[in-house]
């Protein structure tokens, strides 16, 4: 890396808390926006990692579809806002107009009575409903209950349950009040950054991106780097170095919220780090610089280094991996 290269790794390390720690869960998460949880696990990993107490972290955090149509373990009273940016969009996999209005209202019926569990749902649905529909309601993938959650009327029940629960999180405010706010808070941790690191986080198409440049821009530092503006806050706050060692969680927003990967995760290794199914594997950084992937199997720590490194940095990734094991007690 050059030295820019290096001020931006080191800047976004500082505000995604890996140069240093945040104790609380659910401040961690609200800073960063949410803490994704495709493998639900990869939440506590990433906010141990991060410093943060995993005391009732399934409960802390609600489990929902925000942008991108990825889950994220977020703070709840944030969901109005956070939603906001994709509420009124449709699935083109669900039946469309007054049939999924129907369809949905049948579901949160259905929720209203006790019914929770998407397998029971496909059940009930069974008696009077077409199997393709069925398999568009209720597809692994969320169907109907990400239409749902979209609006701000349906959840995961905890972290780790795979069960939904009616909650009241309506989006508050409209695409366009919502943006700024958002833009805003994305450049404060995630910067320095560009407007198509925005766009690319926030999950927005061509029409809403174009939004994005009307937006004022005055209000934020910038530098300008490879031919592109990075846009961040400068809030006055020391910046640590970036630490020789790091860990990175399964989905780790140091490596998942940027266009370009490439000043962290080196283009030999990419394939490595992120697979073609779209998982993205905890992994392990010297220097600010994906070497290596960790992982814990059968409760035992599993480590893969890229190259050679030297043996003090082996065995202390190895006790950084040791360490995390006791997370695998709570996710019980």
């Known amino acids: 890396m050059d030295k820019t290269a290096e001020h931006i790794v080191r800047q976004r390390m500082h505000g995604l808390y890996l140069s240093r720690r945040c104790d609380d869960l659910q401040q961690l998460s609200r800073e960063l926006l949410g803490l994704h949880s495709w493998f639900y696990r990869n939440v506590a990993f990433s ?27 977020v703070v709840f009273d944030d969901l109005p806002l956070l939603l906001a940016l994709h509420s009124h969009e449709r699935s083109p996999w669900l ?28 059940q009930i649905f069974a008696y009077d409903t077409d199997p393709q529909v069925i398999d568009q309601l209720f597809s692994p993938w969320g169907g109907i209950f990400v239409h749902l959650a979209r609006r701000g009327k349906v959840a ?25 706010q958002l833009l805003r808070r ?6 320095p950054a560009t407007l198509d690191d925005a766009a690319w986080f926030f999950g927005l198409w061509k029409a809403q991106k174009k939004q994005l440049k009307t937006l ?8 300008d780097y490879d031919g592109k503006t990075f846009y ?13 060692l790091t860990l990175l969680s399964g989905f780790d927003p ?6 370009s990967r490439l000043d962290v995760v080196p283009a030999e290794y990419k394939s490595a780090v992120i697979l073609k199914s779209g998982i993205c594997q905890p992994t392990i950084a010297v220097n600010g610089q994906v070497v290596g992937l960790w992982n814990i199997k059968k409760d035992q720590p599993v480590l893969e280094f890229f190259n050679k490194q030297p043996k003090k940095i082996q065995d202390r990734a190895h006790e950084l991996v040791n360490e995390l094991r006791w997370t695998t007690a709570v996710l019980a």
């Open 232 to 244: 961040y806050v400068d809030n006055g706050e020391d910046i640590n170095d970036i630490p020789a």
């Open 95 to 122: 039946p469309g107009g007054e049939q999924l209005d129907e369809l949905a209202d049948r579901v949160v019926a259905l929720m209203e009575d006790g019914v929770y569990s998407r397998a029971e749902m496909r």
């Open 254 to 259: 140091l490596i998942v919220s940027y266009t």
């Open 216 to 223: 004022d821009l005055d209000e934020y530092d910038r530098l």
């Open 156 to 180: 995961f029940r905890d972290m780790a349950s795979r069960d939904f629960d009616l909650i009241s999180a309506e989006p508050s405010r409209t695409f366009e009040q919502a943006l700024p």
């Open 186 to 191: 994305f450049f404060t941790v995630y910067g």
């Open 47 to 73: 906010a141990h990692i991060r410093g943060a107490a995993l005391s009732g972290w399934q409960t802390a955090l609600t489990k929902t579809w925000l942008y991108r149509g990825t889950l994220h373990g």
